[in-house]
T-cell receptor, first 113, second 113 residues
Framework: EPEVTQTPSHQVTQMGQEVILRCVPI?????FYWYRQILGQKVEFLVS????????KSEIFDDQFSVERPDGSNFTLKIRSTKLEDSAMYFC???????????FGPGTRLTVL | GENVEQHPSTLSVQEGDSAVIKCTYS??????FPWYKQELGKRPQLIID?????GEKKDQRIAVTLNKTAKHFSLHITETQPEDSAVYFC????????????FGTGTRLLVSP
């Protein structure tokens, strides 16, 4: 069964550094999402992406965040200058249709020191 | 925007008992309600979902009910087993936009043998 994959599984970085989190959505899916989950808390929406454009973003997704689909398979989340409060698990998700089921990747745990 | 409340935050049952988790939502335009199970350190996995044109859906030991008038939906697990132990998240999404999922705060279910 196809799955969403993410790399790395764990990223440790210093405050102020840039990080890029990578995702490979399920191959025939067209809608992509990033969510984050601070330890022990609920999953929060960050951004949705379709047709090479951001379709919706949350208040969390400020100018320090960007997303890109650099090729036909990868979907990336970049944080330009990380803060301590960016420490969280970041999940990528994809869906086949606009209102289709969202399948989540295994997550990248980001630790900002 | 949409807000999803979830109760209880923790639920302990004996193996074989039933478990019920309840969620309420605020946006009457929401029309899709998935439930995700998240085991420790793993990705959220869809276990069942319901759309607003039906009131109940069942899949083996798991069922979801939806009351659109009251704006609440519930997850029912019968004949619980230790492997059902996990955190369960409800979510809701609106007809508008690109189906951003708004999650509840999660319920930690512990099934004791």
């Amino acid at each position: 069964e196809p799955e969403v994959t993410q790399t790395p599984s764990h990223q440790v970085t210093q405050m102020g550094q840039e990080v890029i989190l990578r995702c490979v959505p399920i191959s025939n899916h067209l809608y992509f999402y990033w969510y984050r989950q601070i330890l022990g808390q609920k999953v929060e929406f960050l951004v949705s992406f379709y047709n090479n454009e951001i379709s919706e973003k949350s208040e969390i997704f400020d100018d320090q965040f960007s997303v890109e689909r650099p090729d036909g398979s990868n979907f990336t989340l970049k944080i330009r200058s990380t803060k301590l409060e960016d420490s969280a698990m970041y999940f990528c998700a994809s869906s086949e249709a606009r209102r289709g089921v969202q399948f989540f990747g295994p997550g990248t745990r980001l630790t900002v020191l | 925007g949409e807000n999803v409340e979830q109760h209880p935050s923790t639920l302990s049952v004996q193996e074989g008992d039933s478990a019920v988790i309840k969620c309420t939502y605020s946006d009457s335009a929401s029309n899709y309600f998935p439930w995700y199970k998240q085991e420790l350190g793993k990705r959220p996995q869809l276990i069942i979902d319901i759309r607003s044109n039906v009131g109940e859906k069942k899949d083996q030991r798991i069922a979801v009910t939806l009351n659109k008038t009251a704006k609440h939906f519930s997850l029912h697990i019968t004949e619980t087993q230790p492997e059902d132990s996990a955190v369960y998240f409800c979510a809701a999404t609106s007809q508008t936009g690109f189906q951003k999922l708004v999650f509840g705060t999660g319920t930690r279910l512990l099934v004791s043998p």
